[in-house]
T-cell receptor
Framework: DAGVTQSPTHLIKTRGQQVTLRCSPKSGHDTVSWYQQALGQGPQFIFQYYEEEERQRGNFPDRFSGHQFPNYSSELNVNALLLGDSALYLC????????????FGPGTRLTVT | QKEVEQDPGPLSVPEGAIVSLNCTYSNSAFQYFMWYRQYSRKGPELLMYTYSSGNKEDGRFTAQVDKSSKYISLFIRDSQPSDSATYLCAMRNAGGTSYGKLTFGQGTILTVHP
């Protein structure tokens, strides 16, 4: 049983560019959450998708947007990249919105130069 | 002030020691309390969860929650070098508009040396 998978593993972008990160949830899970983890910090909640809609959002600007597909996979898009967007982006999946059990993927390391 | 405070350490202990990791929080709405372990270059892995106050034991790990003090702990007995990782506490509401969101502490870096 494959766990949560994310692609790409690493990404280097230039300030001002746009990036798309992808996530496939664990088999049987229908909810995807995205987190940003800066170096030396805990993950910070970006948003959560359930039934192809954004259900909850953390304190992140509109430059951060997402999408969930009918097969429950998800994308995170970041526009107008800033140096401060450099971080590990983690995807977590769960069964239903309210499950405390969120399973994390290995993350995508984004470097903005 | 952050909603969840966690001493970042780093914490270095000899093999076999008892390790105590702690978090404090300010949001009274938190009802679920989790501990995650994160190895270098990996995603967090759920170790234990507790609902509301009380203790929970799983093998060498014990989680404690004291809601009156807004304080949670994770104890690791007979620590092993393989326990070396970053330990993250996480919390969430039981309901309401943000109940799917996990709020994490900063993480404590633990090294267990042989």
């Amino acid at each position: 049983d494959a766990g949560v998978t994310q692609s790409p593993t690493h990404l280097i972008k230039t300030r001002g560019q746009q990036v798309t990160l992808r996530c496939s949830p664990k088999s049987g899970h229908d909810t995807v959450s995205w987190y940003q983890q800066a170096l030396g910090q805990g993950p910070q909640f970006i948003f959560q998708y359930y039934e192809e809609e954004e259900r909850q959002r953390g304190n992140f600007p509109d430059r951060f947007s997402g999408h969930q597909f009918p097969n429950y996979s998800s994308e995170l898009n970041v526009n107008a990249l800033l140096l401060g967007d450099s971080a590990l982006y983690l995807c977590a999946s769960s069964w239903r919105q309210g499950s405390y059990e969120q399973y994390f993927g290995p993350g995508t390391r984004l470097t903005v130069t | 002030q952050k909603e969840v405070e966690q001493d970042p350490g780093p914490l270095s202990v000899p093999e076999g020691a008892i390790v105590s990791l702690n978090c404090t929080y300010s949001n009274s709405a938190f009802q679920y309390f989790m501990w995650y372990r994160q190895y270098s270059r990996k995603g967090p892995e759920l170790l234990m969860y507790t609902y509301s106050s009380g203790n929970k034991e799983d093998g060498r790990f014990t989680a404690q929650v004291d809601k009156s003090s807004k304080y949670i702990s994770l104890f690791i007995r007979d620590s092993q070098p393989s326990d070396s990782a970053t330990y993250l506490c996480a919390m969430r509401n039981a309901g309401g508009t943000s109940y799917g969101k996990l709020t994490f502490g900063q993480g404590t870096i633990l090294t267990v040396h042989p």
